[in-house]
């Protein structure tokens, strides 16, 4: 397999990232993968994920700008994480999309120019659905496919935190110290720019009017999305196109911890029901 490391510079910042593929092969599926809220690429299974996908596939990911995380660290910086939003993210992937599409992305010219899908985990799920509208509103090269892990059923979540103004703790990756994971407080901007994402479109308008078959994959036992958020966001898709699958036995990481110890079966089973949803 091969692996190149990337750096954009956009809007003066910077979003590293990298680029997965095998070490034979042109004309392939792109798939841009979009973690959870503040954890880097380098986080739990999302490398395991994006290496198996990378078999016979173009695999790409990032770290949003504003997320803390630099090209060369798996530190974060929390002064700069806490002026991260949705929206920002948003605009970063399609940087990084922009990259892919103009061939000034490494590996960029392995990609067939078509096929692209976007690979979400939690808020990754979110900005996946939002991303998908942005570049179909732009007449860029939209997604034909969408796979959405462990998805929320709403981006504004103060029901959830709590008090607004008291921000929400989100815990980030360990250290190097390793003495545990940093945490990041999200302030009120973050909460005034989902809302925005959300008057522009909720997630259930999105999976409701995207013509891109959709993919739910849903830990049984999530206590951060719960199953519940999952079946409540299908209500609005559209059949036959779009699917729930219910991971049992499986939480908000699909039994993966991190730092990443061995794909248990829950997440083997998750990624294979991917890889099928790809290939289809």
């Known amino acids: 397999m091969q692996f190149h490391s990337f750096r ?11 680029c997965r593929l095998p070490d034979d092969g042109a004309d392939l599926t792109a798939v841009l993968v979009l973690t959870d809220i503040l954890l880097s690429r380098r986080h739990g299974f999302y490398p395991f994920l994006a290496e198996t996908l990378a078999s016979d596939r173009l695999v790409v990911s990032f770290d949003a700008a504003l997320s803390g995380y630099s090209a060369g660290s798996t530190d974060v910086d929390v002064g700069v994480a806490r002026t991260y939003s949705l929206g920002s993210e948003v605009v970063d992937a ?4 922009t990259a892919l599409e103009d061939g000034t992305l490494p590996c960029s010219d392995v990609w067939d120019g078509q096929r692209l899908a976007l690979i979400g985990h939690g808020k990754g799920a979110a900005v996946a659905l939002h991303l998908d509208r942005r570049l179909r509103e732009e007449g860029r090269p939209a997604p034909t496919a969408l796979a959405l892990l462990a998805a929320p059923a709403t981006l504004v979540r103060e029901g959830w935190v709590g008090d607004e103004d ?7 990756d360990p250290p190097s110290d390793g003495d545990g994971p940093d945490m990041v407080t999200l ?16 997630l259930k308008e999105l999976i409701a ?4 078959p959709v993919l739910v994959v849903a830990g049984e036992e999530d206590v951060v999305f719960p199953v519940a958020e999952s079946e409540e966001l299908m209500t609005a898709a559209r059949a036959p196109k779009d699917r729930l ?17 061995g794909a248990p079966t829950t997440l083997v089973h998750a990624n294979d029901v991917i890889d099928r949803f790809l290939r289809e």
């Open 187 to 202: 302030t009120p901007e973050f909460f005034d720019d989902a809302r925005g994402l959300a008057e522009t479109a909720t």
């Open 94 to 97: 399609l940087a990084v999309l």
């Open 8 to 18: 954009l510079d956009h809007l003066d910042r910077h979003v590293p990232g990298e």
């Open 209 to 212: 009017t995207t013509p891109t």
């Open 245 to 261: 699958v219910v991971v049992e036995k499986a939480g908000h990481h699909f039994g993966a911890g991190h730092p990443f110890g």
């Open 166 to 172: 008291r921000g929400l703790a989100v815990p980030v």
